[in-house]
């Protein structure tokens, strides 16, 4: 990967042929006012290279960012399982991941409303495996022949193109209400899973089932599972739309800031293991790619760690020309018979042929395998290899046999056992479309629950069909009674009048986000708000006592550039207010002074900062005469006037001015913080 890196510095300019060029601005005329030479081969060579510079992104999965890191295995426990040697060996391993969501293009929001790609190219000895996963462990469709159906549903509309980016029209939602096998993963769609606060903060799935081979060639069922070190946090959808305007590079610019502060993005790779002989004892079929293993019925085991610590240098021929394939497999990982992994084995493969242009993307550098290569495979587009020697073909006497077919470590296709007939047929054992979506709903707190209605009723009053809506709320009551009366109140549709289907009151508590808490606040960004007037010492106190406990801290002015505190040394703005907004942190800080709060009291971005964050059910926290500011925001905190240190519903608050500050606030503070968002407050009321 280091030997193509093109460095710049201290260079000349020079033609694609090496020339050096001594003129680049303007093109060979004759006299100045006069006629454009076609012998410029400069201009023709700088224009026609420019003309060429697109193409084509990705029919799915366009807009994505990307990042190099390196992957541990523990220990060598899966030894019994697997002969995949990065699995087993601990020896750390160089990766590549590409993050994405689906329906927009290349330059649509990051926040959308959307299942997000996590693809894992791991550069091992025994060659590239890669782990083409997404946020969510279930799929819409069951039998890749329908994938061209769905995105076609879900992509913007043919006739306007319209919307960018979003699931909220007609077409999806026809779609949805007319093929049930997409009910499970809608309730993931419209839960906070499909709104990630950062994509260091979300899980990642493998999605099927997937085989792992041993040494003696016995395969073991295997579902693979990443865990974000920092917990798994989501926005709201309120912010998200807000965040969608104010910076639309959010979950990118995050990863991207984070790496270069050093705050290396960490996950835990883990695995769900079936034994063949169980491959019939669950309610569902392993094969089916729309159902989960719930956590409870066969534990998530670690295997490992991966941690991204490396931006790339360049954005196209990196993240862009990165190209996955969930037939890029090693030794010890096999595939299993899931109709939609069998299409994936094929599509990947094609869709770069016309993406990457030709046959030879496996020599880009960011595709190029660590393990040596030797085919007998030649010419092509974009040839980068010069093949040495007369043979290319196998079996040759002339090279010597050249490249042999190698006794051992080479991916032996695991045994399986077919036989029947030739079918086109939906297997019954996938037909139980709605008892997973059932159990994800019976698993989610109120708060998620109440997220999912009002996505449900936010997408479907997007929809015009009052017909589309009506058969949507019809297979809802198959998922559950309440749900489907709860979301047709919003959209204009009767409630159905009777529970169709009893729920089974099954739940799996890992589903629910809120039943893993962290207790770190590292990466969380926190806006100070500061004018003139400000108390610097308590200002330095929040700056210094959040910046130990890893937090993100910035003061924000009305203007940039030095801010006058009541007493001492200047102060210096991190930013200017109205480039920012609150839906850009995760919690707010007002100091005290009452100088500067009487100015930001008057200042409506000031003021709406702190009303939209506590909206947003994010921790506030003030001290002193900071809590006016609080106030003049429509936000109330209980304490009477002492100085002791008060929470109530995320709003931490003291009367104390900045001498009398103790840790127990920034205790406090961080630990609200920590939980993320103060989910019981109220606040559908708040204008903001
Ligand atoms: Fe993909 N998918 N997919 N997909 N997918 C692509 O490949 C496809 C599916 C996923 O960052 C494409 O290189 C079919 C499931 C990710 O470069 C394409 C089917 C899961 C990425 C394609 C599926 C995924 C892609 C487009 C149904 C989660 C981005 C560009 C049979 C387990 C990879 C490309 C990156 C990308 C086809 C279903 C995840 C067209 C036919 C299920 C993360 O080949």
Known sequence: MQSSRV?????????????????????LTITERGPTLLEDFHAREKITHFDHER????VVHARGAGAYGHFQAYEGWLRDYTVAEFLTSGEQIPVFVRFST???????????????????????????????GNNMPVFFIQDGIKFPDFVHAVKPEPDNEI?????????????????????????????????????????????????????????????????????????????????????????RRDLWDCIEAGQFPEWELGVQLVDEKDEFSFDFDL????????????????????????????????????????????????????????????????????????????????????????????????????????????????????????????????????????????????????????????????????????AFRFELGKVTSKEIRGRVVAELNNVDHELAVRVSEGVGVTAPAEEVRPNHGRSSPALSQLNAPSNRISTRRIAVLVADGVDA?????????????????????PSDGEVRPGTGEPLEADRQLNTMASVLYDAVVVPCGPDSVNLLSQDGYAVHFVAEAYKHAKPVAAFGSGR?????????????????????????????????????????????????????????????
């Open 537 to 557: 010492t308590g200002t330095r106190r929040v700056v210094d006592e959040l910046t130990k406990r890893e937090a993100v801290v910035e003061l924000l002015a």
């Open 163 to 251: 919307p960018q980016a979003a699931s909220a029209h007609d077409t999806l939602w026809d779609f949805v209400s007319l093929q049930p096998e997409t009910l499970h993963m809608m309730m993931w769609l419209m839960s906070d899973r499909a709104l990630p606060r950062s994509y260091r903060m979300m899980q990642g799935f493998g999605v099927h089932t997937f085989r792992l081979v041993n040494a003696d060639g016995q395969g073991t069922f295997v579902k693979f599972h990443w865990k974000p070190v920092l917990g798994t946090h989501s926005l709201v959808w309120d912010e998200c739309q807000k965040i969608a305007g104010k910076d639309p590079d959010y979950n």
């Open 287 to 454: 094969l089916d790619p729309t159902k989960i293993i719930p956590e409870e019925q066969v534990p998530v085991r670690p295997v490992g760690r991966m941690v991204l610590d490396r931006n790339p240098d360049n954005f196209f021929a990196e993240t862009e020309q990165v190209a996955f394939h969930t037939a890029n497999v090693v030794p010890g990982i096999d595939f299993t018979n899931d109709p939609l992994l069998q299409a994936r084995n094929f599509s990947y493969l094609d869709t770069q042929l016309i993406r990457l242009g030709g046959p030879n993307f496996a020599q880009l550098p960011v595709n190029r395998p660590i393990a040596d290569v030797h085919t007998n495979q030649r010419d092509g587009y974009g040839q980068q290899a010069v093949h040495k020697g007369r043979t290319s073909y196998f079996k040759n006497s002339i090279s010597g046999g050249c490249p042999a077919i190698a006794d051992s470590g080479t991916f032996s296709h695991y045994t399986e056992h077919v036989e029947g007939h030739k079918i086109r047929k939906r297997s019954e054992s996938f037909k139980d479309f709605y008892s997973q979506a059932t159990l994800f709903w019976n698993s989610m707190s109120e708060v998620e629950r109440e997220h999912i209605v009002s």
């Open 628 to 688: 006016d500011l609080l106030h003049r925001a429509g936000v109330t905190d209980r304490i009477a006037d002492n100085e002791q240190v008060t929470v109530d519903q995320g709003v931490v608050t003291t009367a104390a001015a900045s001498q009398e500050l103790t840790t127990e606030f920034f205790d406090a503070f961080a630990t609200e913080i920590a939980r993320h968002r103060a989910w019981e407050r109220r606040t559908d009321a708040v204008p903001a």
């Open 55 to 58: 193409i084509p992104e990705r």
């Open 7 to 27: 460095d710049l510095d201290h260079t000349r300019l020079t033609t694609q042929q090496g020339v050096r060029v001594d003129h680049t601005d303007d093109s």
């Open 102 to 132: 689906v329906a927009g293009s290349r330059g649509s929001a990051d926040t959308v409303r959307d299942v997000r790609g996590f693809a894992t190219k791991f550069f091992t000895r025994q060659g590239n495996y890669d782990l083409v």
